[in-house]
């Protein structure tokens, strides 16, 4: 059960990267000179793409995805030795930061090493063959947790990437796996590394109804909050996108942010992002650089974790590739510096706060308050940068914008908001 999260992860910023990619060099060497940067951007929590090897048959493109693994215990050669790897992770631990990396155990390739030793462990179709649930996924194979043996092994590989100084991990599909599963092998890494992290990534409404529909495992998000200590967000995410591409009002997102807060355990964590490796960059989702700024803000100053995709510092436009030798191109517009503040900021929100958001949808305002016993943090976007007065429930006065220290007039209880985020504190007396 989760019900030992750390609250404190909702102030986390977790740094996804993916080590092909990275750099040209493609290695766990090549990422040490790049800690110290990292870091700076308010980085708690490096989250590693899949770095095992991966597979030869049926492999997609010339490099395969980092998804179809054969050997779950080791590293892929091309990145370096285990040794590079247990050398990073000293490194990211000596500036204070923690390792996760991501666990795939709904599938393996199908010249794994599981697939030939165990080929019990693994579902098959109707004449016998190996094959998968999931039609599109084509260079993987499925395992099939009605083997108490699978659930052994695979629980043994978390304790031992646990051993190596591994601090979490982020289950790729995780509810597509049995929840009994989740929770024992959370309760037993437990027993070896107090505090170890668990990220679910979550799935779509739609796509869990499809796997319903077939009689399959498919866990909704309060499920999963019974094992994992944070959960995507693609319950909203979709949502989101409706409201970038004009489909649906921003209220309409809105409310379903706010309806996270009673539907979800009370020490729920959703991880925020506005990209990741499976969707577009947010910089070629977004062409307007203010709005860029504003929905980059209001990613980091919801309630929950936040994630940066590696290159979206830089305003990547591309996803690289998941299957190509397909280097990050680190050339665009740093936002390095606006993040970091942003980092800041978060850091100032009391881990446990009465959490509210409130849409205008006639001037595309969000009005966002964290309100504590201490202080209330308002926090107001206006995502079109149309120029309107908004309700804030703090004393009429002046106050500081945190984000850029201009002062702020709050007459009769309203503010005036363009395309700048304003973010007030008021201490409580």
Same mark, same amino acid.
């Given at each position: 059960?989760?019900k030992n999260?750390?609250? !404190?992860l909702r =102030?986390?910023?977790?740094y /996804?990267?993916?080590?092909?990619n990275? $750099?040209e060099?493609?290695?766990f060497?090549?990422i040490l000179?790049? +800690?110290?940067?990292?870091?700076? +951007?308010?980085t708690?929590?490096?989250w590693?793409?899949p770095?095992?090897?991966n597979g030869?048959? !049926? &492999?997609k493109?010339?490099?395969?995805?980092?998804y179809?693994?054969r050997?779950y215990?080791t590293?892929? /050669?091309?990145f370096?030795?285990?040794e590079?790897?247990?050398?990073?992770?000293? =490194?990211?631990?000596a500036?204070?930061?923690?390792v996760m990396?991501?666990?795939?155990?709904n599938h393996?390739?199908?010249? /794994?090493l599981?697939?030939q030793?165990?080929?019990e462990?693994f579902?098959?179709k109707?004449?016998?063959?190996?094959g998968? &649930?999931?039609?599109?996924? $084509?260079?993987?194979i499925?395992?099939?947790?009605?083997?108490?043996? +699978?659930?052994?092994?695979q629980i043994?590989?978390?304790?031992?990437?646990?051993?190596?100084?591994?601090?979490?991990?982020?289950?790729?599909? !995780?509810?597509?796996?049995p929840?009994e599963?989740?929770?024992?092998?959370?309760?037993?890494?437990?027993k070896?590394?107090?505090?170890?992290?668990?990220?679910s990534?979550?799935?779509?409404p739609?796509?869990i109804?499809?796997?319903?529909?077939q009689?399959?495992?498919?866990?909704s998000?309060?499920?999963?909050?019974?094992?994992?200590?944070?959960?995507?967000?693609?319950d909203?995410?979709g949502l989101w996108?409706?409201?970038?591409?004009g489909k649906?009002p921003? $209220?309409?997102?809105?409310?379903?942010?706010?309806?996270?807060?009673?539907?979800?355990p !009370?020490?729920?964590?959703?991880?925020?992002?506005?990209e990741?490796?499976d969707n &577009?960059?947010?910089a070629?989702?977004?062409?307007?650089?203010?709005?860029?700024?504003?929905?980059?803000?209001?990613?980091?100053?919801?309630?929950g974790?936040?994630l940066?995709?590696?290159?979206q510092?830089? =305003?990547?436009m591309?996803?690289?590739s998941?299957?190509?030798?397909?280097?990050?191109?680190w050339?665009g517009?740093? +936002? $390095?510096?606006?993040? /970091?503040?942003?980092?800041?900021?978060?850091?100032? %929100?009391?881990?446990?706060?009465?959490?509210?958001?409130?849409?205008?949808?006639?001037?595309?305002t969000?009005?966002?308050?964290?309100h504590?016993?201490? =202080?209330t943090?308002?926090?107001?976007?206006s995502f079109k940068?149309k120029?309107s007065?908004?309700?804030?429930?703090?004393?009429?006065?002046?106050?500081?914008?945190?984000m850029?220290g201009d002062? %702020?007039?709050?007459?009769?209880g309203?503010i005036k908001?363009?395309?700048q985020?304003?973010?007030?504190?008021?201490?409580q007396c």
């Open positions: 059960m989760a999260t750390n609250l !404190a =102030q986390a910023i977790i /996804s990267l993916y080590v092909r990275f $750099s060099e493609g290695t060497k090549a000179p790049e +800690l110290d940067r990292i870091k700076a +951007l308010g708690d929590v490096i590693f793409l770095f095992y090897p030869e048959i !049926a &492999r493109g010339t490099a395969g995805s980092p179809a693994i050997d215990r590293v892929d /050669s091309h370096g030795t285990l590079d790897f247990d050398e990073l992770v000293n =490194q990211i631990h500036r204070d930061m923690k990396i991501d666990i795939v155990y393996t390739s199908p010249d /794994s599981l697939a030793e165990h080929p462990w579902y098959h109707e004449d016998g063959s190996f998968n &649930r999931v039609g599109d996924w $084509s260079d993987i499925d395992l099939d947790y009605a083997h108490r043996e +699978l659930w052994d092994y043994e590989t978390l304790k031992l990437w646990a051993s190596r100084g591994v601090d979490g991990f982020r289950c790729d599909v !995780a509810p597509l796996i929840l599963f989740w929770q024992e092998a959370r309760a037993e890494v437990e070896i590394k107090p505090g170890t992290i668990w990220l990534e979550s799935i779509e739609d796509f109804k499809y796997m319903r529909s009689g399959l495992t498919a866990l998000d309060g499920e999963i909050f019974q094992a994992f200590d944070m959960a995507y967000d693609y909203v995410r996108v409706d409201y970038l591409e649906i921003l $209220s309409a997102y809105v409310d379903r942010l706010n309806m996270q807060e009673v539907i979800f !009370a020490n729920y964590i959703k991880l925020r992002n506005l990741n490796h &577009r960059r947010a070629d989702l977004i062409s307007d650089k203010a709005q860029l700024l504003q929905w980059t803000a209001f990613n980091y100053l919801q309630k974790a936040t940066i995709y590696n290159g510092e830089k =305003q990547a591309t996803v690289p998941l299957f190509e030798k397909d280097t990050i191109d050339a517009e740093d +936002l $390095s510096a606006y993040l /970091s503040k942003l980092a800041k900021i978060k850091k100032m %929100i009391p881990i446990d706060t009465d959490y509210q958001l409130v849409a205008d949808d006639e001037n595309d969000v009005i966002l308050v964290h504590s016993k201490t =202080q943090i308002a926090v107001a976007f940068g120029e007065e908004v309700v804030v429930d703090i004393p009429d006065g002046y106050y500081r914008n945190v850029n002062e %702020i007039a709050v007459v009769k309203k908001v363009s395309d985020v304003i973010v007030l504190v008021v201490e």
